[in-house]
């Protein structure tokens, strides 16, 4: 009887020995899965998937077309969860998300990403419009509005030519878009007219916001809507 379970106790060391010592299997015995091939998602929101894999992963979106669209994959050699971000702006109907087995030889899976549009476009940049604009200033002159940087910040200057304040649009991404200018309008104070690819945020400091606001600009009309400096 003793013989007996030293027997069984061999082959139970044995059993987990194997066990912690064997190489990583994945679903179907694929080295990369995905529990998902194709999944629909509406602009401005997230979808996560469980992903299976024997080494790190890379990936491409193909077919998109906002920045604000992006992907996230696990950090470790096993997998986890990948979430596919959509921008709010993203006009494509449908993009594809190829995610890449590191060292394994172009080893991938294709994520096909339909896209629900929920928010109307706002209009693209006019690339005829004026670079540079008049500004009439609180103190009785005229200075000038200007774009720099490809068209994404918009720098004020005094009639003399000083820069004296400037300004930006940032996307959902915290990325800055490009401008395009329109006249000024009153609406108890004065503001731009600016229009960006898709909604975004100003951007501005705290002592350039002063400098305007003691000139009479108190904002943008933002894509429509009037938007006083933040």
């Known amino acids: 009887m003793n013989k007996f379970f030293k027997i069984m106790a061999g082959l139970m060391a044995s059993l987990f020995i194997l066990t912690t010592i064997a190489p990583l299997t994945v679903h179907a015995e694929?080295?990369?899965?995905?529990?998902?091939?194709?999944?629909?998602?509406?602009?401005?929101?997230?979808?996560?998937?469980?992903?299976?894999?024997?080494?790190?992963?890379?990936?491409?979106?193909?077919?998109?077309?906002s920045s604000s669209t992006y992907v996230t994959v696990p950090s470790t050699q096993n997998g986890g969860e990948l979430t596919v971000y959509v921008g709010k702006d993203e006009q494509a109907n449908t993009f594809h998300v190829y995610i890449y087995l590191d060292g394994w030889g172009g080893?991938?899976?294709?994520?096909?990403?339909?896209?629900?549009?929920?928010?109307?476009?706002?209009?693209?940049?006019?690339a005829t419009a004026p670079t540079t604009i008049a500004v009439p200033y609180a103190d009785g002159t005229n200075g000038t509005l200007s774009l720099t940087t490809e068209n994404k910040i918009g720098m004020f200057y005094t009639a003399a030519g000083t820069a004296m304040a400037s300004f930006s649009v940032k996307n959902d991404s915290g990325k800055?878009?490009?401008?395009?200018?329109?006249?000024?309008?009153?609406?108890?104070?004065?503001y731009i007219t600016v229009k960006t690819p898709t909604a975004g945020t100003i951007n501005i400091s705290a002592s350039d916001k002063a400098v305007l606001q003691a000139q009479g600009i108190a904002g943008l009309y933002l894509n429509g809507k009037y938007v006083n400096w933040p």
């Open 30 to 65: 694929s080295p990369l899965y995905i529990t998902e091939n194709a999944v629909t998602i509406k602009q401005g929101e997230n979808h996560t998937i469980g992903l299976e894999a024997v080494n790190y992963v890379s990936y491409y979106i193909v077919g998109s077309t």
């Open 107 to 126: 080893t991938y899976v294709d994520l096909e990403v339909n896209v629900m549009k929920v928010y109307s476009p706002i209009a693209a940049v006019d």
């Open 176 to 190: 800055l878009m490009q401008l395009t200018l329109g006249n000024v309008v009153t609406n108890g104070a004065n």
